[in-house]
């Protein structure tokens, strides 16, 4: 049983590990990346950057501009123009919890999204307006901490029959109402994207999903700057590492165990060997009581426990010994040599 509980909790803290080393690993990757990442402002700069550079792109690179729709912007119920908008909605329940209270609890309904192609543009003046860096396929970003809510209603439910009160009762779960909000990403936000910036043989210059030969870098629509979001993810670095230790040092001493088990195992097999072949053929007769095992009575005392040096068991007792413990001290058995008492 004990066995059994040491291989679990090795498996898990070692499968938690190959997945800690991944998470820690991609974080390292794009900290590093941040870390010479070049940045830019939609204008005259980026352009000769990109003329400079190797196939008109740069793999991976943060520039930033004004938003603004390609085309129609999407109008909010608020009247804000906007080129994304979500729209979700939150059933509130109340729920019975397992100590018989009652506590709050919260499902999502429905969530519907909309975007429309746009762009960044120079935040400048409208003399010298620059070209837009169009944004290739915004849903593949990260958007979290660019979208401001514009709107939130609370729609309480209907009261209820008695009836249907009791049936609540009887469930276990009672709706409270529905609470819809709306986020958009309203035109004229000054934003920053990181991604992967491509002049194509048009003019056109574009922000899209990086494939950055050194593995998966996020594309990131952020209000942020570049100093803060690389502070966000050396935080995140330094935790995945404490982790890391953490479960690895877990995993290692469960293996560490697991190892020790096997080669005892393997040193008691070889000295039962030993000893079984050279036994008496006359079992324990003519023995005295101190030289018969305390343990199956039928089989002389074979073993010298190390470290406690007590004599006590015969060899396949002490195969059998499932903590590993000397019967008569209690003490953890190191090693066992073959004993003959005259
Ligand atoms: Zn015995
Ligand atoms: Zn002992």
């Given amino acids: ?79 804000n123009q906007a080129v994304v908008k979500f729209l979700f909605s939150v059933g509130h329940f109340r729920n019975r919890l397992f100590s018989a209270t009652w506590g709050a609890s919260e499902n999502l309904l429905y969530s519907t999204s909309t975007f429309v192609p746009f762009g960044l543009r ?49 469930a276990g779960k009672q709706k409270l109402g529905t609470e819809t909000t709306e986020k958009i990403l309203p035109v004229g936000s000054i934003l920053t994207a990181i991604g992967r910036v491509t002049r194509l043989p048009d003019g056109t210059t574009h922000i899209s999903h990086p494939q950055h030969p050194s593995g998966h870098l996020p594309f990131i629509l952020t209000t942020m700057s570049i100093d803060d979001i690389k502070a966000t993810y050396k935080v995140q670095l330094r935790s995945f590492g404490v982790a890391l230790l953490l479960v690895g040092s877990i995993a290692g001493f469960f293996a560490m165990r697991i190892f020790c088990k096997w080669v005892f195992c393997f040193c008691v097999k070889k000295i039962r060997r030993d000893i079984v072949k050279k036994r008496n053929p006359n079992g324990i007769a003519g023995l005295h009581d101190s030289q018969i095992c305390i343990t199956c009575l039928s089989n002389p005392r074979e073993v010298l426990f190390v470290p406690c040096g007590h004599i006590c068991t ?28 005259p």
């Fill in 1 to 79: 049983m004990e066995n059994f509980f040491e291989e679990t909790a090795f498996i898990i803290h070692a499968g938690l590990t190959g997945i800690l080393f991944i998470a820690y690993k991609e974080c390292k990757n794009i900290f590093n990346n941040l870390n010479k990442i070049q940045t830019f402002e939609v204008g005259s700069k980026l352009v000769s950057a990109l003329d400079a550079s190797s196939a008109g792109s740069l793999e991976y690179a943060a520039i930033s501009g004004k938003v603004e729709p390609i085309s129609e912007a999407i109008i909010s119920s608020q009247g």
């Fill in 314 to 341: 015969c060899v396949d007792c002490w195969a059998k010994l499932q903590d590993y413990r000397c019967p008569v001290c209690r003490d953890y058995i190191i090693y066992g040599y073959p004993a003959f008492i």
């Fill in 122 to 170: 120079s935040p400048g003046g409208f003399l010298h307006r620059s070209p837009l860096a169009i944004i290739d396929d915004p849903t593949t970003a990260d958007l979290t901490n660019v979208l401001t809510t514009v709107g939130s209603q609370f729609v309480e439910s209907e009261n209820m029959s008695m009836l249907g009160h009791f049936m609540n009762i009887l």
